[in-house]
């Protein structure tokens, strides 16, 4: 019988071009290609902008593209009026030497960013003179991962103004057939709709969207765009092959493994779970929601336990219990009890996981066994040395587990999880936190929820296949895809494989056999493919694999690996994290930047302005003062914004300054719908807040927050809350939470809610945010209540704005903001520092 399975195609690239522009057609993309082309997996996507200039003065012309974390630049160019400026890609530290040489003739730094969960950002910003043109051009590669049976095409759009020829092609070529495909998008309409072209046959589609300018227009009369959001291809292939399928071009081949339809191991998972201090709040909460979710996920015949630490260790059970609906009920009462204060004990909680996993009795024969860790912070009760951690869990755990380690937030070191979790057959992620850290957590589960094999070799001849990828692995969960590529010698005719691995209920054997001039053939003469793909693809994944190796690999050992990944980096003229890439500019402007690939973990390093992992070049020729700055190690207070909010149902972020040293306090907010005002005081020696005033009517609550300490007063009656740790208080349906040194949140039921982050460098100051404006009222007021219901930029062609300037509408007076770049206080950004919009004003 034939076997199927769902694969959604997972791409994503988010194309956000040119900073939106103050004069109406100044800087025009008059034309932006997207054209994706995927072979077997494997994507090549190039990213074409034009971009003229339409003033009589020269420009500053934006290229901004997001790109996925696991994707690979390998190339990119700007061409102005003809002339070529390429990227050379180079040895990180020789590429580093020659940029330090830049620097000091006083050229600024290339910077790199990390924008979200999958995405990293590349940025080039490049004068160009009056009625010039620009053509930037970026190419880059990715192998696509399965998860949960599906690949996913995902294209963020967001051009920011009307684009004369807008067009993205994405052609998919499948060998084994296509079984299903379907286009969809957030921002699609009917008239959007008849610009989306679709063409199928047995093997291969062509996607094609290409919008008149009239379609992408929100309506006739306003010359604003609906090209932003999301569009989406899905697809699904037909499987026929037990053992898999192979696929070879030019002596490479890839083998593709995916079995369907296989019973599930039972499962023995303990949960191992911080309830230290700094989990308190939004964290615990969101932990206990996605746990009670889990255990309903859980079947019958799985084994299931849960471990709680912070300075303690506490096991709920002794031993573990069978999922049953009476167990699963009790742990659900548990899990309501789930607290946080104290200290980060994550030595003694792993150990005791795996000594609870050693002496448990009665697990079925053949079974699954892991333990899943998330934490919130850095060990720093009993053993705090991460290394002798990691060798003691290493020690205990004797391949016997697999241990995937979830980092919540960005307090953890994620190089600690991830060598501890690689080193134990697991894998780490990062758990954001954003609303949704539950529906993280349950995403996370459910792909490891149903292992099917486990013990998996896959085996070729050895005489004949040289550098070959992983080809052992721990587990198979259904959902994924096991990936093994190489080169074959020229003399075979054959090309043999075996599989061996262990299902549920018994031990596998399959083979399979590719007649490699058959497999050849197949990818002749298709002009839609692209080179010598599946040689890419087998360069893609090797340095991918030898980059993971090295990270739980000894010194000498992690030398040799990342010697191999830089070989074949300049190679195959990738941009990885041992590589970077030279982008010259034109005589006059900033002469040389450096693009470097980042990683999840350099996410957490202190860093200069701007922080984070985004392939970030700027043109800008700063002044000495501001390159000073991009050299520290801890941000400025003065980088920070007085106040940083987002404009209701525009994705625009505003950064306040407001002059109110000379009033005792200043009227930030009032809604009387909402029962709830905020005011605030500047500080003395400081141009920014010290303290606020967070004031309710019902319940009557009053929450003073300084940087010294909270105090709630309720009834004539008055509690102390210090920073020095975390607590929750509740009074009425309001509660507030602090997290220790961190941020205050007083939440209501149908309110918005008030956040209130503790920055420390240099000085002590407080940045104020609202989440879920959405329940403001047209009522609210105050200088920074006023921008939720009275703030629209204008769409002002009859001033000379440049491309970094706009008129801002407010409560019926208009402001000039300029575009900025300024650091970020609010503990759910991923991204630092914010690009906004800045203005300022008198109370």
């Known amino acids: 019988m034939e076997e199927r399975t769902l694969l959604t195609l997972v791409f994503s690239s988010l194309v956000i071009l040119a900073e939106t522009i103050a004069q109406k057609h100044a800087i025009e993309i008059y034309s932006l290609h997207v054209d994706c082309k995927v072979t077997s997996r494997f994507a090549h996507t190039i990213i074409t902008s034009k971009i003229a200039n339409r003033a009589s003065e020269s420009r500053e012309a934006t290229f901004e593209v997001e790109l996925p974390k696991t994707a690979f630049i390998t190339n990119f160019s700007m061409s102005i009026d003809g002339k070529v400026y ?9 590429a580093q030497r020659e940029y330090d040489t830049a620097i000091s003739r006083g050229q600024s730094a290339g910077l790199v960013k990390i924008t979200g969960r999958k995405l990293e950002q590349f940025h080039v910003s490049v004068s160009i003179a009056a009625t010039s043109k620009v053509t930037f051009e970026l190419m880059y590669e990715e192998l696509l991962k399965r998860q949960l049976g599906k690949f996913k095409l995902l294209i963020k759009v967001r051009p920011k103004q009307l684009v004369k020829h807008f067009q993205i092609d994405v052609h998919i070529f499948e060998p084994q057939g296509i079984r299903f495909l379907e286009t969809d998008s957030t921002f699609m309409t009917n008239e959007l709709t008849e610009a989306l072209t679709k063409v199928q046959n047995e093997t291969k589609a062509h996607i094609l969207f290409k919008p008149t300018v009239d379609q992408q227009k929100i309506n006739p009369e306003v010359d604003e765009t609906l090209l932003n959001g999301d569009f989406v291809v899905r697809y699904d292939v037909k499987r026929v092959a037990t053992a898999g399928d192979i696929q070879i071009v030019n002596g490479y081949f890839v083998h593709y493994f995916a079995p369907q339809e296989m019973p599930a191991f039972p499962k023995n998972v303990i949960f191992v779970i911080d309830r230290s201090g700094s989990m308190a709040g939004r964290k615990i909460e969101q932990t206990r929601a996605a746990l009670l979710k889990i255990l309903q996920d859980l079947h019958p015949e799985d084994h299931f336990s849960f471990i709680t630490f912070n300075s303690k260790v506490v096991e709920w059970k002794s031993s573990l219990l069978q999922a049953t609906a009476e167990n699963v009920a009790s742990a659900t009462g548990f899990m309501q009890t789930l607290s946080a204060s104290g200290g980060t004990d994550i030595n003694r909680a792993l150990l005791t996981a795996v000594g609870l996993l050693d002496k448990t009795e009665k697990l079925p024969e053949r079974s699954v066994s892991m333990i899943i860790l998330l934490t919130d912070g850095q060990p720093t009760s009993g053993e705090s040395n991460v290394e002798v951690i990691q060798e003691n869990i290493q020690n205990a755990v004797n391949g016997k587990y697999a241990l995937f380690c979830l980092g919540f937030g960005f307090d953890v070191s994620y190089k600690f999880l991830e060598k501890m979790a690689l080193s134990n057959g697991g894998i780490a992620r990062r758990i954001y936190e954003n609303s949704d850290a539950a529906l993280q957590l349950q995403g996370f589960y459910q792909e490891v929820a149903t292992p099917t094999l486990m013990k998996i070799e896959m085996q070729y001849p050895e005489n004949a296949v040289e550098g070959l990828t992983k080809n052992n692995f721990k587990l198979f969960f259904e959902g994924s895809e096991l990936i093994v590529s190489g080169k074959i010698s020229n003399e075979l005719d054959l090309l043999p494989v075996e599989i061996k691995a262990q299902s549920h209920a018994s031990d596998l054997t399959l083979k399979e056999e590719a007649n490699v001039k058959e497999k050849e053939q197949v990818f002749q003469n298709r002009s839609y493919i692209f080179g010598n793909f599946i040689e890419r693809l087998w360069a893609y994944l090797t340095i991918q694999q030898l980059l993971e190796k090295s990270i739980s690999a000894q010194e000498e050992d992690q030398k040799a690996l990342e010697a191999q990944a830089l070989e074949l980096s300049l190679q195959y003229s990738f941009v990885t994290p041992l590589t970077s890439m030279v982008v010259t500019k034109p005589t006059g402007q900033q002469q040389m930047e450096l693009v470097n690939k980042p990683t999840e973990a350099d996410n957490e390093k202190p860093s200069s302005f701007p922080v984070g992992d985004a392939y970030r070049l700027r043109s800008r020729s700063p002044p000495v003062a501001r390159l000073r700055d991009t050299m520290r190690a801890q941000p400025l207070a003065n980088e920070y914004p007085q106040l940083l909010l ?40 400081r141009n920014h807040f010290v303290q606020f005033e967070i004031i309710y009517v019902n319940p009557p609550v009053q929450i003073h927050v300084s940087t010294d300490e909270i105090l709630l007063s309720h009834n004539n009656e008055s509690t102390r809350l210090p920073w020095t740790e975390s607590a929750t208080s509740s009074i009425h349906g309001l509660r507030v939470s602090v997290e220790k040194e961190r941020s205050i949140t007083a939440s209501l039921s149908d309110t918005v809610t008030v956040k209130i982050s503790f920055v420390k460098f240099p000085d002590d100051f407080l940045g104020l945010y609202f989440l879920n404006t959405d329940h403001f009222s047209d009522k609210v007021s105050g200088v920074l209540g006023q921008f939720y219901s009275k703030a629209q930029f204008e769409n002002n062609s009859k001033i000379n704005q440049r491309a970094d300037e706009r008129l801002l509408s407010v409560s019926g007076s208009e402001h000039r903001v300029t575009r900025q770049y300024k650091k970020d206080y609010r503990l759910e950004s991923t991204s630092d520092p914010v690009p906004c919009w800045s203005i300022h004003v008198t109370p």
């Open 86 to 94: 390429p990227g050379i890609i180079k040895e990180k530290a020789s």
């Open 646 to 685: 987002q404009l209701p149902k525009q994705n625009e972020i505003i950064c306040l300054n407001t002059d109110g040293k000379a009033q005792p306090s200043v009227h930030l907010l009032s809604d009387p719908e909402q029962g709830l005002t905020v005011m605030g005081k500047l500080g003395d020696r």
